[in-house]
């Protein structure tokens, strides 16, 4: 699995476009999924991808919550399992499964940096190698055999 923060006014994110945020440091989110009222206003997308299998954004049934935002746009975040925010940002994978956490260094491989965050709720997001916060969303995909 691989995760980027991409600047999609050069290229569209031509994968995943799990989430956008303002700035590669010191952001501010909006959502990107269709289905949740989906926001254009930042230039910087979490773009992931894997490799043999479809990745999906849908929150119907996730493998995995992401992160959460305080509203569709220009927006704090907080880490799965804080109850406050309700918009949340999901990621399941067609035929593997997607295992998410927030730590402070990610295991590499099998794990990738998403992006990172400041704290745990009221969060500013930043990518994962710029000028990165502590916390980290660390992902893997664990394919089905």
Known sequence: MQCEVINIASAPCANTDLFHISSPTNANAELANAELAAQSNYKWSVCCSVTDDTL??????????VTSLFSPTNSHVEIPGETTYANNVCLSADTGKIICAQKQSCFSPPETCVF??????????????????ALKTCCVHCPTN
Request: with cysteine.
């Open 56 to 65: 999906s954004t849908n929150c119907a049934s996730p493998d995995t919550k």
């Open 116 to 133: 990172t965050q400041s704290g745990k709720t009221n969060a500013h997001a930043a990518d994962c190698t710029t000028n990165p916060y």
